[in-house]
């Protein structure tokens, strides 16, 4: 007989994802009333949002009617309408909990969360037996799917009624053992901008995995719209690691327009795409977005004062993407990475016994890409809460003119030859338009640190840097 009056409880199986639910189920004697579904309460009890787009109804005639064991690229949550089935599921996606089984019976006031991957069976325990199941995603003979023999010795699954006495079509019992089965992969991470600095360090961060998609500006471009190029179902994270920098010629008519284009038309349309497909979005910012004239370190609840059209794009940018379910939003600071930069001028200035005016009133963190695509890495494999980290080098700030010095100072060279200048010296009598700057670039680091990921000391890093261009 169904319980009524259960309370809505969520219990963790030995599966990871899969999550048995009692309902609560009304009933007297005309029979019984429950909601099947309902996001706002369940989601506040501890399930995932995950966004179903269809309702599938099983339908029951004789007791033992066994069908599995399948595992699918979406999750589906399953719910008996009437009667009572027996369960059983078992983890075929690739990683330590592969082959890991749990099963249970299900009656209206229970139903059960199977996440993608994760191999599904049903047998029938009373005859006209229905049972629903909403999925995240449309079926397709394209997608990706596993399947796993119901008799398999591996699994052991206990069947209530012997599989010799059920109903079970052919096709089910012709399905390979649990040794011979193709795990299901962790759903893709496309990372867009490859070919750029930070691209590059999370291309070493992240290897060649066969669940990561590296794309170039030749193979996805931004200011195309994105929505019918990938399968998007097949995708957990977007990485945007491209963007329009080029600060001062934002300032420009031309560069408004491609600055725009980049940081907030192509990021909207990531993001629309992102929030239809249940993806993580993770979009990189900038300390453009402040006007640089607090004292001490920005944390990410201050407000955004953008000085120029670069900074202005990237808060728009940030905007949008704060409306995405799941989202982070990396702000960072002086990035150094792969190609030209600061650092490397500095070097070879210092190589050519070249004194340079350094601008000395402009302070803050450097904060290396190797760095930056290792927090990213963080946030995304350990599913950090969403919303805005500031990512830089950790220890004092410092101004342009002391990393600088410090560059002259670890290639052995004298740090004396180097004369501070201020912002508006610097740029004094230089043609074309110039972007303002934020005098104050010093990140507040304590959210980042509270995920577990440590920033390295910027000073250390610089080392590490110069030392490996050496070699």
């Known amino acids: 007989m169904t319980e009524f009056g259960k309370s809505l409880t969520v219990t963790e199986t030995p599966i990871p994802g899969l999550l048995l639910v009692d309902l609560p189920v009304h009933g007297d004697s005309r029979g019984w009333f429950k909601e099947n579904w309902q996001r706002e309460k369940m989601v506040a009890a501890g399930l995932p949002d995950f966004g179903p787009v269809q309702n599938n109804v099983s339908f029951n005639d004789a007791v033992g009617?066994?069908?599995?064991?399948?595992?699918?690229?979406?999750?589906?949550?399953?719910?008996?309408?009437?009667?009572?089935?027996?369960?059983?599921?078992?983890?075929?996606?690739?990683?330590?909990?592969?082959?890991?089984?749990?099963?249970?019976?299900?009656?209206?006031?229970?139903?059960?969360?199977?996440?993608?991957?994760?191999?599904?069976?049903?047998?029938?325990?009373?005859?006209?037996t229905a049972y629903t199941y909403l999925v995240n995603d449309?079926?397709?003979?394209?997608?990706?799917?596993?399947?796993?023999?119901?008799a398999d010795e591996a699994a052991a699954i206990a069947w209530p009624i012997p599989l010799s006495e059920v109903e079970i079509s052919a096709k089910?019992?012709?399905?390979?053992?649990?040794?011979?089965?193709?795990?299901?992969?962790?759903?893709?991470?496309?990372?867009?901008?490859?070919?750029?600095?930070?691209?590059?360090?999370?291309?070493?961060?992240?290897?060649?995995?066969?669940?990561?998609?590296?794309?170039t500006r030749e193979t996805f471009d931004l200011r195309a719209d994105p929505a019918g190029a990938r399968r998007w179902r097949d995708y957990g994270t977007i990485i945007n690691a491209a963007a329009y920098t080029a600060v001062d010629l934002a300032e420009t008519a031309d560069g408004r327009g491609d600055a725009w284009a980049a940081n907030v038309t192509g990021v909207a349309a990531l993001a629309r795409v992102a929030?239809?497909?249940?993806?993580?979005?993770?979009?990189?910012?900038?300390?453009?977005?402040?006007?640089?004239?607090?004292?001490?370190?920005y944390s990410e609840a201050d407000p955004v004062r953008p000085l120029g059209v670069y900074g202005q794009t990237k808060a728009a940018g940030d905007a949008i993407v704060a409306t995405v379910p799941r989202h982070y939003i990396v702000r960072t600071s002086w990035v150094i990475g792969e190609g030209r930069n600061f650092v490397r001028t500095m070097a070879s200035l210092a190589e050519r016994g070249i004194a340079p005016r350094v601008v000395g009133d402009q302070i803050g963190r450097l904060t290396f890409t190797s760095d930056l695509a290792s927090a990213?890495?963080?946030?995304?494999?350990?599913?950090?809460?969403?919303?805005?980290?500031?990512?830089?080098?950790?220890?004092?700030?410092?101004?342009?003119?002391?990393?600088?010095?410090?560059?002259?100072?670890?290639?052995?060279h004298d740090p004396a030859a180097v004369t501070d200048v201020t912002t508006d010296e610097y740029f004094a009598?230089?043609?074309?338009?110039?972007?303002?700057?934020?005098?104050?670039?010093?990140?507040?680091?304590?959210?980042?640190?509270?995920?577990?990921?440590t920033p390295r000391d910027a000073g250390a890093a610089l080392a590490a840097y110069l030392s490996a261009d050496e070699s």
């Open 376 to 412: 990213i890495q963080h946030l995304v494999t350990t599913a950090a809460p969403s919303g805005v980290y500031n990512v830089t080098g950790a220890g004092e700030a410092q101004s342009w003119a002391d990393i600088a010095r410090a560059v002259y100072r670890l290639t052995g």
């Open 138 to 150: 449309h079926w397709s003979a394209d997608a990706e799917y596993s399947f796993l023999n119901l």
């Open 65 to 128: 009617t066994t069908r599995g064991i399948h595992a699918e690229p979406w999750d589906k949550w399953v719910s008996v309408a009437t009667g009572r089935i027996f369960g059983a599921w078992v983890d075929l996606r690739a990683g330590e909990s592969f082959g890991a089984v749990f099963t249970a019976e299900i009656d209206p006031s229970r139903a059960i969360l199977v996440p993608r991957g994760v191999g599904n069976a049903y047998q029938t325990l009373e005859a006209d």
């Open 172 to 215: 089910d019992l012709a399905h390979p053992r649990l040794a011979d089965v193709t795990p299901i992969g962790p759903r893709k991470t496309l990372v867009i901008g490859a070919a750029g600095q930070l691209g590059l360090a999370l291309r070493e961060a992240w290897g060649d995995a066969d669940h990561i998609e590296y794309a």
């Open 429 to 453: 009598g230089q043609e074309g338009p110039i972007a303002p700057r934020p005098l104050n670039s010093v990140l507040d680091l304590g959210r980042i640190e509270s995920t577990g990921w």
């Open 275 to 297: 929030a239809e497909n249940g993806i993580t979005l993770v979009h990189v910012s900038s300390d453009y977005v402040f006007d640089g004239t607090k004292q001490g370190a």
